[in-house]
């Protein structure tokens, strides 16, 4: 099992950064790949992006492209979501996701924090 802890989430106003951080914790050994996620209210889960577990290897999508950025620190087991040029249209629950060996896509997910920025 993987446990997933968000934090970092707040209130910032437009063209705002934040910084997300996502804590991995036990079986982090067997973590290939972490995600991050947001859902708004009334929409449904949306893909931000994705980072090898080496951090080697990153994809955004494309709503979040050039103003996003993730990174990786193995050592704490974390991964981070630089959050730059905030819009009101990002306002939304941020969830980090893990895909292990074994598994089929994101096995593992985190509570979620929410990110709210105002116009």
């Known amino acids: 099992q993987v446990q997933l802890v968000e934090s970092g989430g707040g209130l910032v106003q437009a063209g705002g950064s934040l910084r997300l951080s996502c804590a991995a914790s036990g079986r982090t050994f067997s973590i290939v790949a972490m995600g991050w996620f947001r859902q708004a209210p009334g929409k449904e889960r949306e893909f931000v992006g994705r980072i090898s577990w080496s951090g080697l290897s990153t994809y955004y999508a494309d709503s979040v492209k050039g103003r996003f950025t993730m990174s990786g620190e193995n050592a704490k087991n974390t991964v981070y979501l630089q959050m730059n040029s905030l819009k009101p249209e990002d306002t939304a629950i941020y969830y980090c996701?893990?895909?292990?060996?074994?598994?089929?896509?994101?096995?593992?997910w985190g509570q979620g924090t929410q990110v709210t920025v105002s116009s």
């Open positions: 996701a893990a895909a292990s060996t074994g598994s089929t896509g994101y096995a593992y």
